[in-house]
């Protein structure tokens, strides 16, 4: 899944939320899941994908995890809860 992407993972329902930006989606997530990835996310545990959105450039991507991350909490667990509303793990739907 080579595309830009925004993307927040979680370690449980309401638990810890990671936003994060990559071009390669199903490889990033493998790297955070296997604590690959160095950081904020190996640190939390945030290894769950329950929110992702693809952009036709990286510099919109970007652009659109920044604006993300300086949201409030309520809106990103407003955002994951519209798409996702049981936080499933979406991982293995993409591979």
Avoid: C
């Avoid at 604590?35 to 939390?44: E, H, Q």
């Avoid at 929110?51 to 970007?62: D, G, K, N, R, V």
């Avoid at 993300?68 to 809106?75: A, S």
């Amino acid at each position: 899944m080579k595309q830009p992407t925004v993307y927040i993972l979680t370690n449980k329902r309401n638990g810890t939320l990671y936003v994060g930006v990559t071009s390669d989606l199903i490889k990033r997530i493998y790297q955070h899941k296997n604590n690959l990835a160095d950081g904020f996310s190996k640190k939390y545990h945030t290894h769950m994908l329950v929110y992702f959105e693809q952009h036709q450039s990286m510099e919109a991507a970007i652009t659109r995890e920044k604006q993300i991350k300086e949201w409030k909490r309520k809106w990103k667990i407003n955002l994951i809860e519209k798409n996702n509303p049981y936080w499933r793990d979406l991982y293995s739907g993409l591979i």
